[in-house]
Structures are given as C-alpha cells and as structure tokens.
C-alpha cells in the first residue's frame, strides 16, 4: 500500500511538474508572439474596460492569439496595473510583451485642441463640437444649460476659460475639457490679481477680465496691451467713453456682417461702449495672459486715443487734434493691404480652429461695470 501511495505522489510530482512547465511555455510563448497586424493600428481601451475583456476582444479580432493564457499572467503577474482609458499605437513587430509594456506606462496616443485668444464662446463649443476624439455631451444644450454642467450655474460663460493648447485622450467628454479651461482662466487670473499694479481701478478680478477681453480684441502687438489698457484706464477715469469697435460687435450679435455703420455705433446695447459710459457688463472674448496682465498693469501715460496704422499697429494721441490728423492719414486713405490687426503667420492657425463666427449678445448680468468718476466727457472720435 505504503509502495502504491509513493508511486502516485511521484507520479502526480511529475504531472505537476508537467503542467507547470507547459503553463510557462504557453505564457511565454503568449508573451512573445507577434501581433497579427499589416500596418500601424490604434487599440482603443474604452472606461472601464478590463484586461480580460480586451484580450478576447483582440483575439476575436484576430490580432492576438492564446487569450486564456495572457488572462493568467495578467492575474498572477499584473494584479495592480490599472489599464488606462484611451487609444494604443499597435505598430507591425510589436509583441504582446511590449504592448503590455505600453499599458503598463499608460502610453496613450494624445490629442490636442487649441483656444485661440480672442475668440468667443459659440466658437469655443464650435470647435470642441468639431473635435472627432472628444465625446460630446453638450449638444442641444442652451450657454446657460452648460455652465449647469459644469458645476457654476448662473455664470455667463463668455470669457471664462483660457486661452491654450491642451492635451487629452480620446474619450475625454466635452465637459472635462471645458471644466479644465475654465478651471486654468480662474488660476491664471487669481495669479495675476494678486500681483496686480496699484493703478489697477477694478474692484475684483471679473472687472479685470472684462478690460482683458478689450484689451485683447483691440491689438494683436504685444507690446501694444498695455498702452492700449492705460488709455482705456485714463478714459474712466475723466469720465470718457471708451469707444472700443469690438464690443459694438459683440453687441450686435449674429446681425454683424464684417461691417459697421453710424447707425451701430448709436444704437444702444448693453455693450455698446460709443453709448454706454464704462466698461461693458461682461468680457466679449476669451483672453490670453498677456491681455491680463496688461489690463491689471496699465502703463502710465497721457495719450487718451489710438488709431489702427493698417499694419496691426496704433498710432496713440494725447489730443483730438492729433488724433483726428492719424485718422485721415491711416484710417481715411486706408490703403489696399490695410490690416486693423496682424497678419498670421504660416502655421500661427491650429488645424482646429473653425472659421471666424458671428459674436452672440449677452444678457446683462450681475456684475456692475465701472463707472467713471465723473460726467462722460463729450465723445472724441472713434478709433
């Protein structure tokens, strides 16, 4: 009996071993092979997708084979690896070690989307709308609808998210996106407040974002923000109007069509500034650093107007005599190839930017806009 019981033992050792040998060579052979592919492929991980269900998913798709086996590595060996959301690049030669390799870092293809400075919110939700990577929750959803989502209801959105190029995986959802924008704009512009000059007149850092957005829909020349922020500045506060084109547009709304009239400049809207004394009641466009800082660092100075050269710069004026000689010289004999803002240059424009749109009008909203000091003065010419 004793001779029969050692007999079995060894032979079930020798089963054992057997096994485990065979699992290590399919693992490994699991491991090395190649992927099944004829060209460069992505592989495409879905939230909340498990390992298991992409080993068989590829293996049905006939890239891997095997499944089974590459399951219990994964189990023994991986347990702790988060397989992340997003896309793979699967290139011919790859094995299923390197892809797992590739998982295990998290190297997920990324896109990007670029905010330009200056634009509005419908081109904002343009070009997300646009974006094939980006899932899209928002459509059909009224600004206001938006903001809900985002978590600040009752906040108007124009102006609220920052300028830049930002980076994501396929997947992300329209929300995430705008939430990371919004969320840059409100850290961008506390840095920039609390190291604001003491001849910033805002009364909190919204007022200061609405001077940003003339600023910034007023000069693409650097150098030019702050010049144009002090004569802005200098203007409220003898009780000047400000007389800025850019929110006569915005006013106007989708009834702009490249092209302003007397009559626009007299009609009166809560963003008229040929009408309205001090700053508009919300910005009119998205807004870069630069025009933020410009705003909460007016550079001092006595001219009081400016005029568009034709070339993307301004002459600036301390009397409206003077100014209105730059306006015959450069705004009256404009000359064929005039520009009231800089040419782009090659490559300046991301693939995604959808074509200029039509600025909507908003409604009033809470916060007050300053007012001048003052009685407005009589009205200089326009820019």
């Known amino acids: 009996m004793r001779r029969k019981l050692l007999v079995l033992l060894e032979t079930g050792l020798i089963l054992a071993g057997l096994l485990l040998g065979f699992s290590a060579w399919k693992v490994h052979s699991a491991l090395e092979q190649p992927l099944h592919l004829t060209g460069e492929r992505l592989l495409d991980v879905p939230t909340g997708t498990t390992p298991n269900r992409m080993f068989y998913r590829m293996q049905q798709d006939g890239v891997i084979r095997d499944a089974f086996w590459l399951r219990l590595y994964w189990r023994f060996n991986m347990p702790s690896v988060a397989l992340h959301t997003g896309e793979y690049r699967m290139t011919p030669g790859m094995n299923v070690r390197d892809l797992f390799e590739a998982w295990r870092r998290g ?3 990324q896109y990007s989307l670029t905010l330009v400075e200056g634009w509005n919110f419908r081109q904002v939700r343009s070009a997300l709308a646009r974006h094939e990577k980006i899932r899209q929750t928002l459509d059909g959803l009224s600004d206001s609808e938006v903001m809900d989502k985002l978590g600040h209801p009752g906040v108007f959105p124009e102006g609220r998210f920052f300028p ?18 919004y969320a840059r704009l409100e850290e961008v512009l506390a840095k920039e407040w609390n190291e604001r000059s003491p001849a910033a007149p805002y009364r909190d850092p919204y007022q200061a974002l609405i001077m940003a957005s003339l600023v910034e829909k007023e000069t693409g020349v650097p150098q030019e923000r702050g010049q144009i922020a002090g004569v802005f500045v200098r203007r409220l506060q003898i009780g000047m109007l400000l007389q800025t084109d850019p929110t006569v547009i915005y006013g106007m709304g989708e009834r702009y069509n490249g ?4 009559a626009d400049l007299r009609e009166p809207t809560p963003y008229n500034t040929y009408v309205i004394a001090g700053l508009p009641p919300t910005p009119i466009a998205m807004v870069g650093r630069e025009a933020i800082h410009a705003a909460l660092n007016p550079e001092p100075g006595s001219s009081l107007y400016f005029v568009a050269r034709g070339d993307g710069s301004h002459v600036f004026s ?9 306006v015959r010289e450069y705004q009256i004999k404009r000359r064929a190839d005039y520009r009231s803002s800089p040419a782009p240059s090659a490559g300046d424009t991301p693939n995604e930017v959808p074509a200029p749109e039509a600025p909507q009008a908003a409604p009033q909203p809470a916060e007050p806009s300053v007012q001048p000091d003052v009685p407005p003065a009589s009205e200089p010419t326009p820019q």
Do not use: C, P, W
Request: glycine fraction near 6%; avoid cysteine; proline fraction near 0%.
């Open 164 to 181: 830049d190029t930002y980076r994501f995986v396929r997947g992300m959802s329209d929300v995430e996106f705008l939430q990371q924008a």
């Open 107 to 109: 190297d997920v293809v």
């Open 259 to 262: 092209k302003i009239t007397r």
């Open 318 to 326: 301390d009397d409206l005599g003077a100014h209105n000689s730059a």
